[in-house]
């Protein structure tokens, strides 16, 4: 099945689509900010006379507005997040890929022994420690998720080095750098973005986790984890509060996940679920 | 078997070596001291803090006073709670959270290897979907999303469940943080047996099986089950971590005073002492458990023994 007509790819890549869209255009569409307090208008239920489509939170604040900025915060962190991911286990899996042997081995095993570790636990002393700020979140949810990555482009490399165009390549001279950066590394673009779009929802889970124990993204900023966290306070009176960006965040991490196991399909032969 | 056993328990302390090490590096190199956030105190006073500490000492010594009281299970005063040790603090929240967590898992094993059990025998009906339809759906869904709409729903609305720890003292204050924090579990579990069953159900000796008559219920009690379940046994491991992260977010919304509770207050209020310790024992446990269902694994499956 090609990548346009694999029915989960098609839904979940245009769900995603609609809600980054929307996220991205929406703001614009409502009279509100994300700032504006209203004190006349505390908890008020959703409306579309108001033009308040989600409501308003504890302060008065228009939740539809702010909600979009969560759901623009959440995705930013988690792409971002996983690009750094896919930078570090990329590297390092093709170069122990690559030049195999002890080197290959001893990096293998460094990366087995950090998978026993509760890196969920380090992220949050991490946080504890330092100030947080945007940038660390990226790093830090990052950091933890490469190793996946490394494991499956280290045993990708593995095969591909073995070909005969790296042969080519090593017979002419070109440098072991420009080998694994140049030659190997395009063909694995597959299935890295197989694994990448599989990294997304891991990110997005520490972010929104993070943010939810009031650990990651600050007031007035808003995420998707953080508006759960304000809307579990709120949710005997205020239902809506918690119900909406609970069930976008779903949304979006369901999505991600059909996504990815889409793609797996269609980019991964060997992979037959 | 013995080799294999302590070879693994070899392995092992490597790993535990990092976690201290680099729990530590990271809590020392915090900007700042524990005792910042107080009012501005007299020099004198301060440096008497840092003395009764040991923070004025070089950081390799530090490390290796942490160290050695480590090996004698000592993880040192609580900066917070001035009157506990970390050790007091753990011992006292640790129990609560374990039952929590020993119940999920228990829950997640059961339903979750029944449910794709049950998928892999009818692959491809309704029932197959619908099962492996709500375990994508338990999969993606966050607990503490789950957790406050359960709360919402079932104890809020319909009064069915207490929806706090404190509300009562019977066994149903249980029953919404355990379902809670084994559900994504039992969603995975269920897809890791149905993968695996369905593989197994192919293999020649089930054929046999049933070409000796047996019935379906015999056929997979006694022979599909063990060797379904060894994938299962090795996410054992993810699980309890995921668990214990789960805990984390469980005890904060139901309220539950239990060892997560602790580490996001401890977290919060900068303790840092007590969150080390509550990293450094919870990462002490994770490499524990793996070390136990690796060695399981070498019990139930021989052929791993030989690698």
Not at chain 1, 124 to 153: C, K, P, Y
Not at chain 2, 246 to 274: C, H, K, M, W
Request: include cysteine.
């Amino acid at each position: 099945m090609s990548l346009l007509t694999h029915p989960s790819v098609r839904t979940s890549g245009g769900i995603l689509l609609f809600v980054a869209l929307v996220a991205l255009l929406g703001p614009l569409l409502s009279p509100n900010d994300y700032l504006t307090t209203n004190f006349d208008a505390l908890l008020s239920p959703p409306s579309f006379g108001s033009a308040r489509f989600f409501g308003t939170d504890d302060l008065g604040r228009d939740l539809f507005v702010r909600t979009m900025l969560g759901i623009r915060v959440t995705l930013l962190v988690a792409i971002v997040a996983s690009l750094v991911s896919l930078v570090i286990g990329v590297a390092y899996g093709a170069i122990a890929g690559y030049v195999g042997g002890r080197v290959d081995a001893a990096m293998m095993r460094v990366v087995d022994t950090l998978y026993a570790l509760p890196f969920i636990f380090f992220v949050i002393l991490l946080m504890v420690a330092f100030e947080r700020n945007f940038l660390l979140i990226f790093v830090a949810i990052g950091a933890v998720n490469w190793l996946d990555m490394a494991r499956i482009v280290r045993g990708q490399t593995l095969s591909l080095r073995e070909r005969e165009f790296v042969a080519a390549a090593r017979l002419i001279g070109v440098s072991p750098v420009r080998i694994v950066f140049r030659h190997i590394a395009p063909n694995l673009i597959g299935i890295v973005v197989v694994y990448v779009t599989l990294t997304i929802p891991q990110a997005i889970l520490v972010e929104s986790f993070l943010s939810f124990l009031g650990l990651g993204v600050q007031e007035p900023q808003t995420s998707l984890g953080a508006l759960v966290d304000a809307g579990v306070n709120q949710m005997e009176g205020a239902p809506w509060t918690l119900l909406i960006p609970g069930g976008l965040l779903a949304l979006v991490l369901m999505c991600f996940n059909f996504l990815g196991d889409g793609l797996r399909d269609v980019f991964d032969a060997r992979h037959v679920s | 078997m013995l080799r294999y056993t302590l070879l693994r328990l070899l392995g092992a302390i490597p790993t535990l070596l990092l976690v201290i090490v680099l729990a530590f590096l990271m809590v020392h190199a915090a900007p700042g001291g524990p005792f910042d956030a107080e009012r501005a105190l007299p020099p004198d006073i301060e440096a008497n803090i840092a003395r009764a500490y040991h923070l004025d000492e070089p950081l390799p010594k530090q490390f290796l006073r942490y160290l050695s009281g480590l090996l004698q299970g000592d993880l040192g005063p609580s900066y917070r709670f001035r009157d506990h040790t970390v050790n007091d603090l753990i011992g006292g929240a640790f129990p609560l959270s374990m039952k929590l967590g020993a119940m999920a898992m228990a829950l997640a094993l059961v339903l979750g290897a029944g449910a794709g059990t049950v998928a892999a025998l009818r692959q491809d009906t309704l029932l197959d979907r619908v099962v492996m339809g709500f375990s994508m759906t338990g999969i993606s869904i966050p607990v503490f999303v789950v957790a406050p709409i359960l709360v919402l729903f079932l104890a809020v609305q319909l009064h069915w469940l207490p929806a706090g720890w404190s509300s009562t003292t019977g066994t149903s204050r249980f029953v919404l943080p355990v379902v809670t924090l084994a559900l994504p579990q039992i969603a995975y579990i269920a897809r890791l047996t149905r993968a695996s069953m369905i593989d197994v159900l192919g293999r020649d000796f089930i054929r046999t099986a049933r070409a000796q008559g047996l019935g379906t219920m015999t056929v997979v009690r006694l022979h599909a089950l063990k060797p379904a379940m060894l994938p299962v046994l090795s996410y054992m491991g993810p699980a309890i971590a995921a668990i214990l992260t789960g805990s984390v977010v469980v005890e904060e919304i139901f309220g539950i005073p239990g060892l997560g509770q602790f580490f996001v207050r401890g977290a919060l209020n900068r303790d840092y002492t007590l969150v080390l310790g509550i990293v450094v024992f919870y990462a002490s446990l994770i490499v524990l458990l793996n070390l136990v269902v690796d060695i399981l694994y070498g019990v139930i499956d021989p052929r791993v023994r030989r690698r």
